[in-house]
Structure formats: structure tokens, C-alpha cells
């Protein structure tokens, strides 16, 4: 029997780290940090597995939901052994980080809790362990040496090094998705799972299952959009903020907007960026002819690209229009997108474009939801806003549509899905269609700290 234990992240996208006993092996897949919460409120339940065996730690990839509470998972549990793609870890070096310098920020007057150093970040990332996707590493317990287990890797599609885990072992197969996207982004290609079927249980995702397709598009619809939309405000002579992941959506949008630029779609204008999202696209371009994607001769750094941190006084982007590229995605407070969106708000010329998912508890899910002429607040403490700049919504997912979601059940036929990774009518929805479709599925609305018998 295999014991299946969400530690975080079952029902919503927050800190997603999911614990496997496998004949008395303990694998975890993902250890991530919630991006809203603060100290221990933001890291897995990992007190319940003080009494489980813990053996090895599976990173699907690198954003902070899936990896952010690694260090404090190793300092808790420093004989565990972490695996990941050979990107995953690169581009680890650099966001831990990062996220190393927002923690102890955020945390300066909290004395009960301890946050790791750079120096064991350091050691940590040297020693994870280097998997490529699609070639079959096999594991047994470290302390019973029980039955072999055949673990692969499978692009996933949805940034540079991220994959889904296929866990084979003699009682079946389980595979899980981590952030998953089937169809094509501006660099990326979408995953495909030709190669799984049949599986015990399925462990999916499901970010857009309350999300209507219709309203998503694709890629090349809303690029087409987008385009437009940034030639309006570029000849009104504003400025557009795009608040953006610094890994994956950065890259995505900016490979986009250069490409319409080339074509001559695309106003020429400047483009501002940097931080870490800089690093970050060094890594896309160096694994450019090891990883899928659809252009190997395209390059980031072709781009220029105006350093962001070197404007103090943002009256700039009023004398030098162009187009802002800022992380936080979700614009959390404090970080460089929220600053600049309080300046933006003011702007009657300016523009606000989101093209990604927001948390509804986020800053910028306040904003992208309003309208020129709304009073908004764009945290519970902060003072009433006029939004006086144009604010609109595009749709450039990583994530599967809905019906991809159902795809993937088609493809991999499994006995058991076990729904994860979403809000409570996202994953109402995709276990409704698997239920009417498939009279032999068993599916599980998965609860953090709730164990289930697969
Ligand atoms: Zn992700
Ligand atoms: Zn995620």
C-alpha cells in the first residue's frame, strides 16, 4: 500500500510539497514556500514527518510554490537526497537566493525564526543531484533498502527545466505533474506525455480549472492583442508595467514582444528590465540546444533591454515611454512591480498589463480586476486609490487549459486522480468532468495534512 500526504499546497496554489511512502521509502515531491504567508504560516506541515521515513526529495521545478522551503526542509532533514533537472538546479543558485534576501527582509523583527544563509544555500545547491528528463534513475530506501524504484523526469512544458515525476515501483505507477502546459508558449514547447499510460494514480494540477478556456485564447490570439493594445498607449506617449515572474513569464512575454517588433507588428520602443529575471534568461539561452523549445537560434540576449533598477525617479518613464517589465507577478507588496504600479495608478497615459495568474489575495488581483475611473485598495492597509491609467487583462498561460487537464487523464488512463495545486472550484470542476466521463476513475479532492491510501 502506498501512503500519499499533502504537506501544502492541496487546495490552492501556495506552499506544494506532497509526501509518498512507498513500501517504507519516503519521497517528497516539491517542497515550496507560500507566496502571501510569512515565517512558519508559509512553509509545509513538515512536523508530520518527524515520525515517517524521509528519503529523497523530488524538485519538479523552480518557482518558489514548489522549492522555496527547501533549505528549510535540508537544515530540518540534512541526510536527504534532492534531485532535480540539470536547469532546475542551475537556476536554483540564483532564486534561493533572492528569496534568501526578501525573507530576511521580511522577517527582520520576527526573532522566533530562523532563516537560512547564503552559505548553506550554497551548499545545498551543490549538493543536488542532476536528473535528465527522460532517462530513468533508480532509488531504494536509505535506511531498509527495500524494493528498487524507477523514478523519470518528463519535460513538463511550463518554464526552463520543469518536469513532471513518472514514480515506477512494483505495486504500479504514479505519476505526478507538478505545473504542467500541453500547448506552446513563445519559447517553450508543450509537454508531451505520449509515453505514460496506464497509471495507478495521477497526481494533477489544476490552476485553470475554474478558469473558462474561451477567455484564455492562445498564445498567438492574444499576442495579437497584446500588440495592439501596447501600440495604443506607446502613441499617447505612456508607458506599460507588466508585472511578471522573473522565471518563465518574464522570458515568454519578452521573447513575444521582441518577435513583434522584428516583424514590424510591434512599435519599437524601449524595454526595461533586469534583476534577477536577467540571470534567469542567461540560463534559457545557455541550455538553448539541450532543452525543447521552438526556436534554437533565438537568443535572449539579443533583446535590449534598459537596466530597471538604475530609474530613481520614474517621472523617466514619462520623458523615455516604453515598456516595463517587473517582478512580482502578482505584484506582492514590496516588491519592485508594487512600486511601480502606485506610480502607475496616477498615470492617465500609462497602462497596467497583466498577463499571468493572480492570487485573489494578491495586490494584483486588485488591480488587474479594476477599471480607469475605480477607487481601489490595493492592500487592506493601504489608502483608497483613484486607478486613473488604463488597466487590462491578457492571457499567456504556463499552465493547462481545463480541457488540456482532461487531456492528460485520456492519455495516461489512470485508476486514481488525486486533484492538486488548485482553489476548491478549480478542482471541483476537473473532478466533475473525470467522473462523468469516466465511470472507473476514482478521483480525490486532495487536503493538506489528510493522508490517502493509493
Ligand atoms: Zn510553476
Ligand atoms: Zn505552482
Not at 540576449?301 to 514619462?318: A, G, R, S, T, V
Not at 482532461?406 to 470542476?429: C, D, F, M, R
Amino acid at each position: 500500500m502506498i501512503n500519499f500526504l499533502p504537506l501544502g499546497g492541496a487546495d490552492e496554489i501556495g506552499a506544494s510539497s506532497f509526501y509518498l511512502n512507498i513500501s517504507g521509502t519516503g519521497i517528497l515531491l516539491d517542497c515550496g514556500i507560500h507566496p502571501r504567508k510569512n515565517g512558519i504560516e508559509a512553509l509545509p506541515k513538515f512536523d508530520l514527518l518527524n515520525e515517517l521515513p524521509l528519503d529523497y526529495v523530488f524538485i519538479s521545478h523552480d518557482h518558489q510554490d514548489h522549492i522555496g522551503s527547501l533549505p528549510f526542509l535540508i537544515k530540518k532533514f540534512p541526510h536527504v537526497i534532492v534531485f532535480t533537472t540539470t536547469q532546475t538546479k542551475e537556476i536554483a543558485g540564483i532564486t534561493l537566493h533572492n528569496a534568501a534576501n526578501i525573507l530576511t527582509e521580511n522577517l527582520k523583527d520576527e526573532n522566533s525564526f530562523e532563516i537560512y544563509t547564503h552559505d548553506e544555500i550554497d551548499l545545498l545547491v551543490k549538493s543536488i543531484r542532476e536528473v535528465e528528463c527522460d532517462v530513468p534513475l533508480i532509488i531504494k530506501g536509505l535506511r531498509h533498502h527495500g524494493e528498487e524504484i524507477k523514478i523519470t523526469f518528463i519535460d513538463a512544458g511550463h518554464i526552463l527545466g520543469s518536469a513532471g515525476i513518472l514514480i515506477e515501483h512494483s505495486g504500479g505507477k504514479i505519476f505526478y505533474t507538478g505545473d504542467i502546459n500541453l500547448s506552446d508558449q513563445s519559447i517553450m514547447i508543450g509537454a508531451d506525455l505520449s509515453g505514460i499510460k496506464k497509471l495507478n494514480a495521477l497526481i494533477m494540477e489544476t490552476t485553470y480549472g475554474a478558469s473558462d478556456s474561451e477567455k484564455i485564447g492562445s498564445w498567438i490570439s492574444e499576442s495579437k492583442r497584446f500588440t495592439k493594445a501596447v501600440n495604443k498607449i506607446l502613441h499617447k506617449g505612456g508607458s506599460i508595467l507588466i508585472p511578471v515572474f522573473a522565471l518563465g513569464k518574464t522570458q515568454e512575454i519578452l521573447s513575444m514582444i521582441y518577435e513583434s517588433m522584428k516583424k514590424g507588428e510591434l512599435t519599437e520602443t524601449n524595454i526595461y528590465g533586469g534583476g534577477i529575471g536577467k540571470e534567469i534568461s542567461r540560463v534559457y539561452d545557455k541550455s538553448k540546444f539541450i532543452t525543447r523549445r521552438k526556436d534554437r537560434d533565438f537568443e535572449l540576449k539579443e533583446i535590449p533591454q534598459n537596466d530597471l533598477f538604475e530609474i530613481e525617479d520614474y517621472n523617466h518613464f514619462k520623458k523615455h515611454p516604453g515598456i516595463v517589465l517587473a517582478s512580482s507577478g502578482m505584484m506582492i507588496e514590496g516588491t519592485s512591480s508594487f512600486k511601480l504600479m502606485k506610480y502607475w495608478l496616477d498615470q492617465k497615459d500609462f497602462a497596467i498589463f497583466g498577463v499571468g495568474y493572480m492570487d485573489p489575495d494578491t495586490p494584483g488581483f486588485k488591480v488587474i480586476n479594476s477599471k480607469r475611473g475605480n477607487k481601489i485598495h490595493v492592500t487592506d492597509f493601504d489608502e483608497e486609490r483613484n486607478v486613473n491609467c488604463e488597466v487590462e487583462r491578457f492571457y499567456f498561460p504556463s499552465h493547462s487549459k481545463r480541457e488540456d487537464l482532461l487531456k492528460i487523464v485520456e492519455q495516461t488512463k489512470p485508476e486514481k486522480v488525486i486533484l492538486v495545486h488548485g482553489e476548491a472550484s478549480a478542482k471541483n470542476w476537473v473532478g466533475k468532468e473525470i467522473l462523468t466521463t469516466y465511470k472507473n476513475i476514482k478521483v480525490y479532492a486532495a487536503e493538506d495534512c489528510r493522508g490517502i491510501f493509493i
